[in-house]
């Protein structure tokens, strides 16, 4: 209809409007662990075991940055205000985060100081190491972003969390 040329063109435009809509709106879930062991897994799609109630790990599956950030914000603040089962600590397993942007860097700066008014505290996991070098450099790149708890791995996170509430 319009040539072998405009037809490649289209299906390439086509093609990359569909990667931006699925990374703007990527998979996520709050995680539990699996009753024999062996990972974290989605609450919502298989039975886990019972976990803290004061602490809560959430998964991202998708590089962060200016299109999405947003609504990992706007999922935590949710999250975060759940009224009766209202976390502690919300851990956020960043394992399927393989980039994150500065706009997403001021965004979780922001989501931070918005659950801590809230009493909830912030915890990021299991980021990949070029991501979290990135997080890590950040405040001396970007002096209005204070530095992040970084721990390696979620059961590091746990731990530490659970450590700090036997002491309150």
């Keep these: ?6 037809g490649v063109f289209i ?9 931006v809509r699925r990374l703007a709106a990527p998979h996520d879930a709050v995680t539990g662990s699996l009753p024999w062991g ?12 019972p976990e803290r109630r004061d602490v809560l790990v959430y998964r991202f599956d998708a590089p ?3 299109a999405n950030a947003e609504s990992l914000r706007n999922r ?8 009766t089962k209202r976390p502690r600590t919300i851990v956020i397993d960043g394992s399927g985060i393989t980039q994150i ?12 100081g918005e659950l801590d008014a809230l009493g909830v505290r912030l915890e990021l996991a299991g980021f990949p ?7 890590q450099a950040a405040p001396s790149a970007e002096p209005q972003i204070k530095p992040f708890r970084l721990h390696r791995t979620v059961d590091e996170a746990l731990a530490a969390s659970e450590a700090r509430h036997s002491q309150e």
């Design 1 to 6: 209809f319009l040539g072998t040329f405009a």
């Design 11 to 19: 299906a390439i435009f086509l093609s990359l409007l569909d990667v």
């Design 38 to 49: 062996g990972g974290r897994v989605d609450e919502a799609r298989h039975v886990t075991q």
């Design 64 to 66: 962060l940055f200016f």
């Design 76 to 83: 935590l603040r949710q999250v975060a205000d759940g009224g």
């Design 101 to 112: 942007d500065t706009t997403a860097l001021y965004t979780l700066d922001r989501l931070r």
């Design 129 to 135: 190491s070029p991501v979290r070098d990135r997080i």
